[in-house]
């Protein structure tokens, strides 16, 4: 296992275009998270998966943004009519199943968006 | 609000010199904090967190409840210290959601 692998790894679209970004957890993994970075900034939190169930979702994640994870594996991140504020470095992170949280997110490489 | 606090965009040390990165948070109850390290062209990756109470790579850190602090240590900082650090809070009342600070750069100079 790799690890948490994220594809593509680089996107440039025009303003207004649809994207999706994919997310391949850790295969015993069933937590998988969507962050979003800017420069500067730490990691944002977007959304969470329980196995397929989404449970919970930023105020950051607009109505534009759309993410799914149909069978509790891999996950998809959508964004619809890019504006250029969405440009930025999105991550994925998975964890552990089962018991106690703890705290320990194994995190991919990132998809680094550039919307112009 | 629930936030956690990294004043320091940057730090710089001298090779052998002590480190210490700091990091504020806010937080309703008892949230559980951790450090994260991302080196040049890698992932971020866990670095240690409070409830074990270990030491990593030389790396310690107190979770101080009265000043609501948790600041990284280090005695004897090497040049493969140098990295970006990232101080990182789970709220018991915050859902799912690890928050994190905005992270410290940290550059150890021989």
């Known amino acids: 296992d790799t690890g948490v692998s994220q594809d593509p790894r680089h996107k440039i679209t025009k303003r207004g275009q649809n994207v999706t970004f994919r997310c391949d957890p850790i295969?015993?993994?069933?937590?998988l998270y969507w962050y979003r970075q800017t420069l500067g900034q730490g990691p944002e939190f977007l959304t969470y998966?329980?196995?397929?169930?989404?449970?919970?979702k930023s105020r950051l994640l607009s109505d534009r943004f759309s993410a799914e994870r149909p069978k509790g594996s891999f996950s998809t991140l959508e964004i619809q009519r890019t504006e250029q504020g969405d440009s930025a470095m999105y991550l994925c992170?998975?964890?552990?199943?089962?018991?106690?949280?703890?705290?320990?997110?194994?995190f991919g490489e990132g998809s680094r968006l550039t919307v112009l | 609000a629930q936030r956690v606090t990294q004043p320091e965009k940057l730090l710089s040390v001298f090779k052998g010199a002590p480190v210490e990165l700091k990091c504020n948070y806010s937080?309703?109850?008892?949230?559980?904090l951790f450090w994260y390290v991302q080196y040049s062209r890698q992932r971020l990756q866990l670095l240690l967190r409070?409830?074990s109470r270990e030491s990593i790579k030389g790396f310690t850190a107190d979770l101080n409840k009265g000043e609501t602090s948790f600041h990284l240590k280090k005695p004897f900082a090497q040049e493969e210290d140098s990295a970006m650090y990232y101080c990182?809070?789970?709220?018991?009342?915050?859902?799912?959601?690890?928050?994190f600070g905005k992270g410290t750069s940290l550059l150890v100079t021989p």
């Open positions: 992170a998975s964890s552990r199943s089962g018991g106690r949280n703890t705290g320990e997110l194994f």
């Open positions: 937080y309703s109850g008892s949230p559980e």
């Open positions: 990182a809070a789970w709220g018991s009342n915050s859902g799912y959601a690890l928050n």
């Open positions: 998966f329980q196995n397929e169930a989404q449970l919970e």
């Open positions: 409070h409830i």
């Open positions: 295969s015993e993994h069933n937590r």
